[in-house]
């Protein structure tokens, strides 16, 4: 509140800047543009689904905003600054944090180990981890556990957790980077209806406290985390607006059932 009331009083009448701004983005590759001029704002706080058939460019926009990829055309901007050509640890480091479709956790290590990694950012830390972790972080690592819901796990070695448990042990890795924006790519994959489901509670309870990007399938999920979804196609967006509007848009419904209804899915 207090904060609040200190940074409107520092830019009275200026409207809120967007944390992204993605303008005109293009990459092709062997000639093909995989992603043809794309347009793409996020508010902070918000949580936006990018939905679309198979090969519409989902993973190839987020391997371009993470730098994994470089563009060909555009402009990526990050809290106003132009982050378009920086390498990946640089993108990182100035707030955007992913989280990719195959989990990368340490099976041998606890799901807190796991987290201490995340916390101290390189593997090669971990043998200092005793130096390197403070009382604040071992704090931090129980709230970030807490919200992905894994604090009686804590203990458990990364092997023995399911797979939606190590879905949300990534998740919470990705956190303990305190990211602005986080990108996932299809976080409910191979996931039960149950896991699914909390997979949703624990992106509702992130919203406000971070900007998440999220390419997802399952409409159930999407409709149950997300107020505007963004429809990729051919590298393009299609279209853009609430689920009524996308579900009952006119282009979305043809282009989706041409190609095996995935809006249904
Ligand atoms: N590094 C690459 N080299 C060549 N083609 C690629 C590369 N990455 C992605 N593609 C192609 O770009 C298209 C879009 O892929 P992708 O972004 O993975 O789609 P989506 O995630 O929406 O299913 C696909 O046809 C894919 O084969
Ligand atoms: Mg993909």
Redesign the pocket.
């Known amino acids: 509140m207090v904060q609040r009331a200190i940074a409107s009083r520092l830019v009275p009448s200026s409207p809120q800047q967007a944390l992204l701004d993605v303008r005109g983005l293009e990459v092709s ?2 000639g093909l543009k ?1 992603v043809d001029g794309l347009d793409l704002t996020l508010m902070p706080g918000e949580v936006r689904v990018l939905i ?1 058939a ?8 987020m391997d371009l905003i993470s730098g994994k ?1 470089k563009p060909t055309g555009g402009t990526i901007l990050f809290k106003g600054r132009n982050i378009t050509h920086l390498p990946p640890h640089e993108i990182a480091r100035a707030g955007i944090g992913r989280k990719f479709q195959i989990p990368s956790v340490f099976k041998d290590l606890t799901v807190t180990e796991n987290m201490q990694v995340a916390l101290c950012c390189s593997p090669s830390v971990f043998a200092n981890l005793r130096q390197c972790l403070q009382r604040k972080d071992q704090e931090r690592i129980s709230t970030i556990l807490h919200q992905v819901g894994l604090s009686h796990l804590s203990r458990e070695p990364a092997c023995n957790l399911s797979h939606g448990q190590t879905q949300w042990l990534e998740i919470g890795m990705v956190l303990a980077q305190s990211p602005d924006l986080v990108l996932l790519d299809e976080p409910t994959a191979g996931m039960t209806v149950q896991e699914t489901r909390k997979t949703a509670e624990i992106i509702n309870a992130l919203r406000g406290k971070h900007t998440i990007l999220v ?1 997802e399938h399952d409409m159930t999920f999407v409709r149950d985390i997300c107020h505007i979804i963004t429809v ?1 196609h051919q590298g393009r967006k299609l279209a853009e607006g609430t689920i009524e509007a996308i579900e009952s848009n006119p282009e979305v419904l043809e282009v989706y059932l041409g190609s095996g209804g995935v809006i249904h899915a």
């Not at 090969?55 to 190839?60: D, I, M, Q, Y």
């Open positions: 590759f062997s995989v679309g198979n090969g519409a460019g989902k993973t190839t926009t990829t390419v990729m």
